[in-house]
């Protein structure tokens, strides 16, 4: 997921944001704009400056920059590097800067998003915010739209004014399909299941989906009918066959299936 993640990542920033100009943060923005303004290529300075923010990490965070960050920050910045060396690229794909924009959006956050779903980050400004935070009051998110927010400032000054709005509309777009992103990566179904059919169900659950159940018997306030009441949750590609395999066992079940955007525990994701 790491690996996949980088690629994207690199694909979009590549092929889509450094033809561009598009200038929408991180190290990718800076170098970016260094490339413009020096005869250095921009994947030589994303490649540099990650190296840098690295060190820096290490210097004022310790472990805290984490072993994970240093592999995507590397194999990104390779990856990027070597789509340089084998693809040059004079001028955009396309003569359609918005639709080369939607794509530059989409790979990065989608990229960006397997990453930080891995417990990692590509390195970068995610670093830099970090290092604010540590000697400013500012929480993480805050640090971290302030520092994208002058790199993609310097969109206007470098390239122009259309550069620097669509550096601009990107920085916000991408912020919310990232989170967008996560949130479905995590999307789990949280099953009440209130029937006759405890045994068979549970056995099921625990045996076919190899998730935990809880039970408790209650009674319905209308018929006076003692029922169990099944408590799981489950992964969102597994409740179709929940739901269908119970309504199999107990056709006359009460189910009710509801969204949950994440699961922490046994199974699932850790604290």
């Excluded at 060190?55 to 592999?71: C, D, E, I, S």
Aim: hydrophobic content about 50%.
């Amino acid at each position: 997921m790491m690996n996949a993640g980088c690629l994207l990542l690199a694909v979009g920033v590549y092929f889509f944001k450094i033809p561009n100009g598009f200038t929408t943060g991180g190290v990718s923005g800076m170098g970016t704009v260094l490339g413009k303004i020096t005869p250095i290529s921009p994947a030589a300075w994303i490649w540099i400056l990650n190296i840098g923010l690295l060190l820096l990490g290490f210097l004022f965070l310790g472990r805290q920059t984490g072993a994970k960050t240093v592999y995507c920050s590397m194999f990104y910045s390779a990856l990027t590097y070597l789509f340089e060396l084998f693809f040059p690229l004079s001028a955009p794909l396309t003569d359609q800067p918005f639709l080369e924009l939607a794509y530059a959006m989409l790979l990065t956050a989608i990229g960006s998003a397997m990453i930080f779903n891995n417990g990692a980050s590509s390195g970068g400004t995610d670093i830099a915010a970090l290092i604010l935070k540590k000697f400013t009051s500012l929480d993480v998110g805050k640090a971290l739209l302030v520092v994208d927010f002058l790199v993609a400032a310097t969109s206007f000054i470098v390239f122009d004014i259309r550069i620097g709005l669509f550096s601009f509309m990107g920085l916000f777009a991408k912020a919310f399909i990232v989170d967008g992103v996560i949130e479905s990566f995590n999307t789990c179904k949280y099953f009440i299941v209130i029937t006759t059919k405890r045994k068979e169900i549970s056995e099921y659950i625990m045996g076919t989906l190899h998730h935990g159940v809880t039970v408790n018997t209650v009674v319905g306030e209308f018929t006076g009918e003692e029922k169990s009441m099944i408590h799981t949750v489950c992964r969102r590609m597994e409740a179709i066959r929940l739901r269908n395999r119970v309504r199999e066992l107990d056709p006359h079940s009460f189910i009710i299936i509801t969204t949950s955007s994440e699961i922490i525990g046994r199974g699932f994701r850790g604290v």
